[in-house]
């Protein structure tokens, strides 16, 4: 068994989170973003899904893209991700 990969993500009231990703160089260079949200999503009970509705923020960067690997974001083992929550809207007010 080899190393284990871990990122911390801070959750909606600030929260901290360790959340296994994997045990080798190979799978780490492969986990995608989606990988990621579907883990946040399987270790925090108020997230239903497999986290299509979360946002991940790794420094500034907005983790938008849910095939792109982690490793293309500079996420590495014991990173800090912030979780927000995306939040339906659309509607238009005006005065």
Known sequence: MGK??????????????????????DQMKAMTVLQLKTK???RLPDIEG????????F????LDNDEATLVSFGIQNQSV??????V???VLFSR
Do not use: W
């Open 4 to 25: 284990l990969y871990q990122v911390i993500v801070i959750g909606f009231n600030g929260e901290k989170t360790t959340v296994d990703l994997c045990n080798t160089d």
């Open 40 to 42: 946040i999503a399987g």
């Open 50 to 57: 497999t986290g299509e509705n979360l946002r991940l923020v």
């Open 59 to 62: 420094t500034d960067k907005q």
């Open 81 to 86: 991700i912030q979780l927000v929550m995306r």
């Open 88 to 90: 339906q809207g659309g």
